[in-house]
């Protein structure tokens, strides 16, 4: 088992340059990508945007991304001792990093005052 | 810098989890205008989504039941210091809005025979829990509420809007601010009134079984805003959360509902069970309470006698595997999937930050010392005392939320809208001064706030956790100063970036740290051991101490008082209640 993992990610913001950072991360057996950004958030980078909010139980259902290539969810997605490759989600518009406008459409500040969204 | 984006309600409700929700729409049937806000998603973020099975109410579906039944097991948990006018509302009011619900379609299990099931839980002495199959219970709840939200025509929320502080005026409120998480921008909100349903502070624990916006932010945004907390000394911890293997895609509390419905046996390192020497009994049923239960799994821990990774072993070794998948259905092949079969081994499970009994103080109609202010759900301190019992927690959601939206909306005729820009000025200077100080978005290779969280973390864990000494106490207390006067000031978040979470992270720390600086204080200070709050250098229960403790803020300092417990006004037997 490796003592670390690489995971690269996708870096920037809407209209920005886009680009991707690795990261080592500590690996132990059964993690999940979420484990591994949050880790990166809490050691290395906190300005690294994720969205999430119940951390392991899949019920929020707010910290979908691409993960290989494959969109998952981030908190049930195990990592393998190869790291992985993470990205936001390609049919979203990008707020930042791996965030992109997943909020429904009722529920935004620019739909409370009319604006367009 | 341009005027910030201006919003206006009757009533703001911070917070979208079970309790905001239910307030908001009993605010719009009553009559108001609400703005329902959340930092994280509309229902998403929050604690009631976590909820896996449990909720306690006396509808007496499954045996007889009376609310006052309910009011004594839930008084007697608290060990001598609950709010006995906010108990009993919680326990009257609990089948209203289970039946409201199920007329909502939430879907409680039910019986062949059509009747709501209901499960025993530890410390209640009667059939009393409703869920929903299988483990769902917070999601069908938040889902439903969501529903009665969107339908509600007096009704706005908003995602992704994070308060930073309740705005006042000659101690009343008269609004708030907040930052639009997506670009960062400031947001003022006039309201009339305003009702903290933020939820707890179990972010504090480096072990916790919620959602990462439980750092305490009501409680805090409550003692900013001139109100006053109760019982901060006693944060609930839940005794059997998951440890190992390590689990992926289920909440940490998932064993609860496996006793519930399967009992269970709960063991030591060496494989003998254990709760019996500390004075209760589990053996193959799941009836020991939450404070003792903890204790116990946190002493045999110290003695040498936990499990491989640190806590104590959970077996259904002996319980056919047809009977496994009658009681939880889908939820056994996800263990699969995570490599545990309960027919082979037991899991292991330890302590884990769960609730908080304490929090905002509030009349019985919700209301804080602030005119203006009210707290609904989990942010709500005092109905609970030194110790929730299962299943209390989201009937206190709903009563509590309901019961906040509708007098806050009876209350409106009395408050004016009374919003002065020059009220909210501080607030947004503060924001405008953090931004301004920023570093550049592209330096970032040191863990600013993500380190000064988990630092925070490992504090509250070791020091100010499940066994307390006045020493390790006094040590966290010092540290907790420090980390609020200095290494806050020193974080230097990037200034204007889309979602920027540090900016996120420093309000959240400074809630975090303050509320922490009042649960160590606390603590210190309650010189005895009662249900959630054990000192090993004071370990009994003296009562000399039946008495709340209050926190007040004086500039930045917290001050705490002593105050008599409020006693319900005289409890009713079934049979006079029943008239």
Sequence with gaps: ?117 | MSAPTHLETDILIVGAGGAGMYAAVAAARGGARALLVDKSLISRGGSTIMAQMTVAVAVGEEEPDHWTHHLADTLKAGRGLCNGELAAALCREAPDRIREMDRWNVGWARGENGRMRQVMAPGHQLQRCVYVDFLNTGPAVAKTLRTQVAQGDNISRVSGLAILDVVVRDGRVTGAVGMNMEDGAPVTIAAKAVILAGGGLTRLYARNSASVNMNGDSYAMALRAGADLIDMEFPQFFPIGHLAPRLVGMDPIMWDPFRYKLGGRLLNGDMDEFIENYGESDSGKYTAMRDVTSYAIWKELEAGRGSPAGGAYLSFEHIPENQLRAAFGPVIDRLADNGIDLTRRPVEVAPIAHYHMGGVRVDARMRTRVSGLYAAGEAVGGANGANRLSGNAISEAFVFGERAGRFAAEDLSGLRADWGAADAAPILDELAALKSRARPVDQHRDATSGKLWRELQELMWNDVGLLRTGDKLARALDRIQAMRRDDLAALQPPGDAAFNMEILDWYDLRAGLLVAETIAMAAINRRESRGAHQREDLPNQDPEFEKNQTVTLDGETPVLGWMDVVRARRELSPVEAAQ
């Design chain 1, 1 to 117: 088992m490796p003592e670390t993992v690489t995971i690269k990610v996708q870096r920037g913001a809407e209209g920005e340059i886009l680009h991707t950072e690795a990261f080592d991360v500590p690996y132990c057996q059964g993690m999940s990508a979420l484990d591994a950004l949050m880790w990166i958030r809490a050691n290395i980078d906190s300005s690294l945007a994720i969205r999430y909010s119940c951390i392991n139980a899949n019920a929020c259902k707010e910290c979908m991304m691409r993960i290989d290539g494959r969109t998952q969810y981030a908190c049930t997605a195990r990592l393998g001792t190869g790291g992985a490759t993470i990205e936001p989600l390609p049919n979203k518009r990008l707020i930042r990093d791996v965030v992109t406008d997943i909020v429904p459409p009722k529920e935004t500040l620019g739909n409370l005052l009319g604006g367009i969204k």
